[in-house]
Every structure is written in C-alpha cells, then in structure tokens.
C-alpha cells in the first residue's frame, strides 16, 4: 500500500490527539513538528521534529526535500505567523493543506467580557486604578503589561517567563492544563483576582476559568484571535483524520508503483 507523508504542525491538544490516532496506521507515515518553545513537551507517540524551517522558504524546501505528501496545519489559533507559512509553503509546494482550528470561546448570560483586539489594548482596558489581575496568555506576550506596574499580576504559563518580561508586582504560576472549575474558583478567589486577561483559544482544557470567573462574577478581558489564512479547515483531530482517509482513497492508487 503507497504510504502518504503527513507533515502536521503542531504544538496543541488536537495535534497531539491526531499523533496518537496516526500511530501505527500503515497507511501514513507522519511527523509531529513543534515549534521547541516548551522546555518538556510531552513526546509524541509518532517521529518528531523541534523548531522552525527558516520560514516559507525553509518550509517549501522541508515539504519538497522530505516528499510531504500532505501538511496539515494544528498550530494554536494564535500561532498566526505559522499558520500564514503553511498556507503559502504549500501553495508554492503543491502540496495539499489542511488547518485544524478549534472553535472559539463564546460568552454566555452571566459572563463579563471585554473583547480586545492586541495585548495593548488589553493593558488599556485594566484601566489607571491598581487591580489584581490574572494573566492566562502564556510567556511571550508579558512585555505590555510592564507598561502598566500599578497593578498586581498573578500569571500562569507552562513554563516560567524570564524574569526581565514580568511586571513589578508577579506572581508566577507555572502549571498545564487541563484545569479543574473547583481549583480555577480556588485560586481565582484565593488570590483575589478582581479581572483575567486571557486569550480566546477555546477548548476545553482552559476553559474551566471562565466558568469559574462567571461563578464569582469576575470581568474577563477577552483577547481576540488574530486573522487566519483562508484554507481548508476542520476544527478537531477527528474530522482531520477522515480528511486523511478520504484523501488517502483520492490519491494513494494514483501513487501505486511510484
Ligand atoms: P508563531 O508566532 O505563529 O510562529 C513563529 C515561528 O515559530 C514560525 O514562523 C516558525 O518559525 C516557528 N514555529 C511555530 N510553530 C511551529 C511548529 N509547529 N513547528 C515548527 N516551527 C514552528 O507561533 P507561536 O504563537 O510562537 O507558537 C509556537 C508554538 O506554540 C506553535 O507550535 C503553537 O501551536 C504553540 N502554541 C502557541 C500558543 C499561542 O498562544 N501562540 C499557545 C499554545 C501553543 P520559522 O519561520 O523559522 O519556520
């Protein structure tokens, strides 16, 4: 049977689903890549490869000289530099292209939303008067809210930010999810947060804070998802895998004997 490579993009709870649901398949052969920005990420049950391709160039010649078969783009919806190179490296490549995108979060009656567009505004919208304030928006975006040292942060990532990045007044949390409602309510009220900056990832695995923030009343600013390539896209590893299959039966007997 002609075995399809599969390069998928990774980084995410649906990359990795999509690893694990791979694995062992005859009729692929994929890699997991990642970007190398988590100290330990957790290993792939698939082969793997760690950071960048030098951009669409260093991607055209990776998908030509690894004769990728299909890409599939399962980079987080924030991941949006990455997400533009797929599309563009596989245009220039020919080679067929897949995103894999989970729906975003939508606010619901009791939740208390302020939707920003960048960090920046986010900084703006915590507003002049000091206020204890959670940061779920991971390690490499903290440089705007040094610009605003009255307020107390309490920030959480997977790995710890460099201690030049934080503001004055941080705490840092280092933890990876998936969270609990009852210990997200916990810390939310242990720490008497009176407002969460957090990104719209969606998914489950981080969503139980904002439950828990409805539960307490506590406002969220929200920030929005940056703009996406328009490409083909499904929003979980399920639907990925039968884009697979399906595409596996269109092209793999056009293959046979190749
Ligand atoms: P980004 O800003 O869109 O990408 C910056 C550069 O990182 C890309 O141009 C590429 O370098 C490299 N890169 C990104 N994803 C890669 C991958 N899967 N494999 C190989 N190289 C990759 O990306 P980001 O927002 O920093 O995200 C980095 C990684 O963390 C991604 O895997 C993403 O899925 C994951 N992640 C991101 C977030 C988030 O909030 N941004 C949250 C959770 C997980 P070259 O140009 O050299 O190829």
């Not at 709870?13 to 994929?30: K, M, W």
């Not at 009255?150 to 959480?156: G, P």
């Not at 719209?200 to 139980?208: C, D, K, L, Q, R």
């Amino acid at each position: 049977m002609q075995r399809l490579k599969i390069l998928i993009l990774g980084g995410t709870t649906e990359a990795s689903a999509l690893a694990r649901a791979l694995a062992g398949d005859v009729r692929f052969e994929p890699t997991l890549s990642l970007a190398g920005r988590t100290k330990a990420p957790r290993m792939p049950p698939i082969p793997f490869r760690i950071g960048g391709f030098g951009g669409v160039d260093g991607l055209v010649q990776y998908l030509k000289g690894e004769h990728v078969d299909l890409l599939v783009d399962a980079t987080h919806p924030f991941a949006a530099q990455m997400s533009r190179h797929a599309a563009e490296a596989a245009r220039i490549a020919d080679v067929p292209l897949l995103a894999v995108c989970r729906p975003a979060w939508r606010s619901v009656a009791g939740d208390r939303w302020t939707p920003v567009l960048d960090m920046a505004a986010a900084v703006v919208a915590l507003g002049a008067a000091p206020r204890r304030v959670f940061l779920t928006i991971g390690q490499k975006e903290l440089a705007p809210f040094r610009e605003a040292p009255q307020h107390a942060y309490v920030i959480r990532s997977v790995d710890a930010p460099d201690a030049e990045a934080l503001p004055p007044i941080a705490e840092v949390i280092t933890a990876r999810g998936p969270f609990a409602e009852a210990d997200e309510r916990r810390l939310l009220a242990g720490r008497k947060i009176e407002v969460i900056v957090t990104k719209n990832s969606g998914g489950s695995a981080t969503e139980a804070k904002l439950a828990a923030a409805r539960g307490l009343a506590i406002p969220v600013v929200m920030v929005e998802r940056p703009a996406r390539p328009e490409v083909e896209t499904v929003t979980c590893a399920e639907d990925a895998l039968e884009w697979l299959e399906r595409t596996h039966r269109r092209i793999a007997p056009s293959r046979r004997g190749v």
